[in-house]
């Protein structure tokens, strides 16, 4: 069975880092684009950062700089590290796999 199980995120003071990991089970990891999308209260689910099989990446500008996705094929994991965080990046965070989501972290940006 295909799934995506994702572990990390909480609440971190502005300026700081955390990073988020999503474990792929079935062959949905070999063949697909992983990607990071999150929502915020109110608003639509936005794509954040994408990683092809062959490492190809594309990150959406409110992140450029601060970032970055990276994947271990031996491990099926794909991770997001994300530095000098911002309260507008708080929101979701879900994991997606052609059709498959992550249950989705909650990150919480806030002095």
């Known amino acids: 069975q295909e799934q995506l199980v994702q572990s990390g995120g909480g609440l971190v003071q502005p300026g700081g880092s955390l990073r988020l990991s999503c474990v792929a089970s079935?062959?949905?990891?070999?063949?697909?684009?992983m990607g990071w999308y999150r929502q915020a209260p109110g608003k639509e689910r936005e794509l954040v950062a994408q990683?092809?099989?062959?490492?190809?990446?594309y990150y959406v500008d409110s992140v450029k700089g601060r970032f970055s996705i990276s994947r271990d094929n031996a491990k099926n994991t794909v991770y997001l590290q994300m530095n000098s965080l911002k309260p507008e990046d708080t929101a979701v965070y879900y994991c997606?796999?052609?059709?498959?989501w992550g249950q989705g972290t909650q990150v919480t940006v806030s002095s």
């Open positions: 079935g062959d949905i990891f070999s063949f697909n684009a």
């Open positions: 990683i092809t099989p062959g490492g190809t990446t």
């Open positions: 997606k796999a052609g059709s498959q």
